[in-house]
């Protein structure tokens, strides 16, 4: 049995990203293993949420993760800023981070690059915090998406150095990990490789017929293959990575088929997506409505899963303590 331990920042809705790189494949595992999933609205604060929305975004990600199948009764769901021993853990841990190696991190640098007038210590230090979260449970494997593989990286470096450090197996070096595939990169609309919530290119769980339609229709494509066998490649090979999670086989085959000898249309690739989607994410949307209604449900479940990651957070504490050599007088 694995230790299982995923997030998903609060910073907006889910997209199909955090579904097919995420989600999916935890409510798979709920039921095999000892599972923790949360909602990382400490790591949500590097953007700066205003005060106003920030419960609203927690309380939607929470309606979405029980929407899309997360049981609160064989997983233990919690939000992380109900769980201050993760923020203890984050800064025993800093004392054995080093700037060069943060500054290194790959997803560091693009928000530097991205983003230049909001480089906080608290984007330096995100890999550390995330590490706690993770290491906070013993964790084994982290269901995560191509894009945390960075991040898993200063996890077990991290978990491997205080192991070191202290002479202990405190903890294991927990591995990224997609249900018996490779870690997914789900791409975005407009061509880009990678969906996401701040990118402007996602199709959100929540989001109406009437907005995916609009979006798939806009979604970036090329003037189409110029000769019978040419290779999918460019941004329409989006349209297709994304069909491949959602469509059926035969239909995938279609359009390849047509791409390959020159007669695609776009627009029937779009329209045939859109519906595909629309169908896929239906029942998820209603769940996610319904789930959002249940004030008195959301509560319950957040309030139990706090208690339940506590208790866990609470005793990898206490060894930690012991290890470093705090001593009570
Ligand atoms: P976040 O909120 O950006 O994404 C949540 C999860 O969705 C995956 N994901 C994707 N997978 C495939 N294709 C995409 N386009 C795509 N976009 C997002 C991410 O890989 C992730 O698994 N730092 C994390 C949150 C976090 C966390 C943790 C995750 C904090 N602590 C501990 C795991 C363990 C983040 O920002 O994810």
Redesign the pocket.
């Given at each position: 049995m694995d230790i299982v331990?995923?997030?998903?920042?609060s910073?907006g809705n889910l997209?199909l990203?955090?579904y097919?790189?995420?989600l999916r494949n935890f409510t798979r595992m709920q039921h095999e293993n000892k599972c923790y999933f949360f909602i990382?609205d400490y790591?949500s604060l590097t953007t700066h949420p205003i005060p106003a929305d920030l419960h609203g975004n927690v309380r939607h990600v929470l309606a979405e993760y029980l929407a899309c199948g997360i049981d609160p009764e064989a997983a233990t769901i919690y939000l992380?800023s109900d769980v201050p021993e993760v923020t203890e853990l984050y800064l025993l841990l800093n004392m054995i981070s080093y700037t060069g190696e943060l500054e290194r991190t790959t997803t560091f640098k693009d928000k530097v690059r991205n983003q230049p007038d909001n480089v906080n210590a608290g984007l330096l230090t995100?890999p550390v915090?995330?590490a706690a979260?993770?290491i906070i449970h013993k964790a084994t494997k982290?269901?995560?998406?191509?894009?945390?593989q960075p991040?898993l990286e200063v996890t077990r470096k991290l978990a491997r150095r205080f192991n070191n450090m202290y002479g202990s197996e405190c903890f294991p070096e927990p591995e990224a990990y997609n249900f018996g595939e490779k870690l997914?990169?789900?791409?975005?609309l407009d061509g880009s490789g990678?969906?996401?919530?701040s990118e402007g290119n996602a199709v959100y769980l929540s989001d109406d017929e009437k907005t995916v339609r609009k979006k798939v229709m806009r979604a970036v494509t090329d003037a189409g293959p110029s000769e019978p066998g040419q290779r999918i490649a460019g941004p329409v090979k989006n349209l297709f990575t994304i069909m491949n999670f959602v469509s059926d086989t035969s239909t995938v085959k279609h359009f390849k088929d047509q791409y390959h000898d020159c007669t695609i249309r776009y627009g029937d690739l779009k329209k045939q997506l859109a519906e595909d989607l629309i169908g896929f994410m239906k029942p998820l949307k209603e769940r996610i409505d319904e789930t959002l209604a249940n004030e008195r449900y959301l509560g319950r479940v957040a309030r139990e899963g706090a208690e339940k990651a506590r208790e866990s957070a609470s005793k990898t504490i206490r060894e930690v303590r012991e290890l470093i050599g705090f001593r009570p007088f």
């Open positions: 331990v995923s997030g998903i920042r910073t997209h990203g955090n097919f790189g995420a990382a790591h992380q995100y915090l995330m979260d993770i982290v269901p995560v998406g191509k894009d945390q991040h997914v990169k789900i791409p975005g990678k969906m996401g919530k």
